[in-house]
């Protein structure tokens, strides 16, 4: 029986694993599970599922094809029933949904299927790797400190009602040696590679209240990959106008700022923050910038230009600009780093149009395994 139900609960879990493998997209652009989010878990909501059977009619109906109705008709309709929010109040039931609760690092495997993302190779893997045993199954052979003892009464019971020798009024239970059952284990490679994330995010006049949500989104997505591939993170956040500061995770997405851009200042303190704390050779990080693309001047990009080559691409094990269309913005950075960094694989930059948007752009920043 605990086979069956184990095996029954396993393909629940691939039943909802599909569901929301088809409702990704869907789920991520709008933002609804960053929303139930709490503590490790997050909450999806899912149409309850009702199994189909048969129901028997009046006898005093008569047979196939009897009754009122026109050909085309529905089948089933009942009076006030019709498209949601149409038509008169009706006493049916509507259509309820159940929340399901899905671990990050589930969450964060789902994705990558999905997305096709590959796993990470960390820099310095080699020395920083630690092993872990996971106890994964049950085995007939192993050291007594192993022993599972409820399977083994289990085993010892089953044995004794085939055998016939199970008296219920006087239930001992004896094991013997082919009873005995051993957790089976296996050591498992776990990631000690410390990485940092580091969003900064243009909060200037152009960016509104939509483009800040397509980031915050994104960044959410972003976050869970790259947790699900290292043991120990940080993130680190900076906002920019014309000047650029580190605050908390909770301003970064609610800040309301206004004023010109000048993104220099965000990666200048990008720049100080990793000479500062995080050795390239111990850390791999991970600067990701949003903006619109407006800039405050030609000279900037340069400036900018020369901050990446010099100071931050050295360092890191990959720089992704995330373009968020704006109806104020111009558009140009994207372009200008494009025209330097091209052909440099350690820099990707993705143009993201809206929120329909944020799965490929997650692919395109992802999608290399750095």
Not at 28 to 35: D, N, V
Request: aromatic content about 8%.
């Amino acid at each position: 029986m605990s086979q069956r139900i184990d095996l029954d609960h396993g393909r629940f879990r691939q039943i909802i694993r599909g569901k929301i493998k088809q409702n990704l997209r869907k789920y991520i652009s709008q933002g609804e599970m960053i929303a139930k989010k709490g503590g490790d878990k997050v909450s999806i909501p899912l149409p309850q599922v009702d199994l189909p059977r048969f129901k028997w009619g009046d006898k005093q109906q008569g047979g196939v094809g009897q009754g009122d109705g026109d050909v085309g008709d529905a089948l089933g309709g009942q009076p006030g029933q019709g498209p949601p929010g149409q038509g008169p109040a009706g006493d049916r039931p509507g259509e309820h949904m159940a929340e399901l609760e899905v671990s990050l690092a589930e969450l964060a495997e789902i994705m990558g299927e999905e997305l096709s993302l590959p796993r990470i190779q960390p820099k310095g893997t080699e020395k920083i790797v630690s092993w872990k045993d996971k106890y994964t199954g049950i085995r007939t052979t192993g050291p007594e400190s192993l022993r599972h003892f409820r399977r083994t009464y289990k085993q010892a019971l089953r044995r004794q009602i085939a055998f016939g020798t199970y008296n219920p009024k006087d239930p001992v239970i004896v094991p013997i040696r082919d009873d005995r059952r051993y957790r089976s284990w296996k050591s498992e490679p776990l990631p000690q590679s410390n990485a940092v994330i580091i969003y900064m995010m243009d909060v200037s006049g152009s960016m509104g209240d939509e483009q800040k949500e397509i980031v915050r989104i994104e960044s959410f997505w972003i976050d869970t990959w790259l947790r699900s591939q290292y043991h120990g993170i940080e993130s680190r956040y900076i906002i920019h106008d014309a000047m650029a500061k580190e605050v908390d995770r909770d301003t970064f997405f609610r800040t309301r700022e206004s004023g010109g851009t000048m993104i220099s200042s965000a990666y200048k303190l990008c720049a100080k923050i990793i000479e500062d704390e995080y050795p390239p050779e111990l850390w791999n990080i991970y600067p990701f910038h949003f903006s619109d693309g407006d800039n405050w001047s030609i000279d900037d990009t340069h400036t900018c230009v020369e901050l990446m080559k010099s100071k931050i691409l050295p360092a890191v094990n990959l720089f992704a600009y995330g373009q968020v269309e704006s109806p104020y913005g111009s558009g140009q950075f994207i372009k200008d780093l494009t025209e330097h960094f091209g052909d440099d694989e350690r820099v990707v930059t993705s143009d993201i149009k809206g929120k329909d948007a944020i799965m490929d752009s997650i692919k395109e920043f992802l999608g290399k395994g750095k």
